[in-house]
């Protein structure tokens, strides 16, 4: 199997591994409920929540090296050195994306059963939770830049489009401004650029 094959399928499983996390369906609801009813479906779905997030866990590990091959794929020079730049970017937002899953993969239902026996949640874990919120922000920002400088990368030549290039730098654009909008964008839309990669990656293969 060449480097493009390689880094086309590591793209493509690594998102859907993580979408199907994102769609586990004792879950979905959980995603955009208040706290109060988030806590109590994590507190009702412990083991769904624990195999949701190692599954959150195997496909950001999947899609970042498929993205620390896709440089060696491009035209030396200035994309290929953009696109390792990118490539490493997104690797440090994934350490810290993985760091806030695994905070909420071992505290996370621990504290929905404390919030469901009292009915507070617990002050020492709501500041935590507070500062996992910012390694996610962290986490959105720096990957979002990441796919943008890829994505440009790409559009110098290579197997991949440059349409799809310029599109996942102007998705970028895009999910940065909802960021600053909303305060919060679906983890989901970080693995959009990649697959749409790897998918033109298999099919230009």
Do not use: C
């Not at 769609?23 to 609801?29: A, E, K, Q, S």
């Not at 505290?107 to 002050?123: E, K, L, M």
């Not at 390694?135 to 799809?164: H, R, S």
């Amino acid at each position: 199997m060449d480097a493009a094959h390689v880094a086309g399928w590591l793209l493509v499983v690594g998102p859907v591994i993580f979408g199907i996390g994102a769609g586990d369906p004792y879950l979905v609801r959980a995603w955009t409920a208040q706290q109060e009813t988030f806590l109590a479906i994590v507190d009702r779905h412990p083991m769904a929540w624990r195999a949701t997030h190692v599954l959150f866990i195997g496909g950001t590990v999947l899609t970042v090296a498929g993205l620390a091959v896709l440089p060696n794929l491009l035209l030396e020079g200035w994309p290929h050195a953009l696109a390792l730049a990118g490539a490493a970017a997104f690797a440090i937002a994934a350490i810290l994306w993985i760091v806030s899953l695994v905070y909420r993969l071992v505290v996370t239902p621990s504290t929905a059963r404390v919030f469901i026996g009292s009915g507070a949640p617990d002050a020492p874990v709501t500041e935590l939770d507070r500062l996992n919120g910012g390694l996610f922000k962290a986490f959105i920002v720096i990957a979002v830049a990441a796919l943008a400088a890829i994505g440009v990368a790409t559009t110098a030549g290579g197997p991949i489009p440059a349409p799809l290039g310029w599109g996942s730098a102007a998705l970028s654009g895009l999910l940065i401004g909802g960021l600053m909008l909303t305060g919060a964008l679906p983890p989901f839309t970080v693995y959009v650029a990649p697959l749409a990669f790897g998918i033109a990656l298999l099919l230009g293969a």
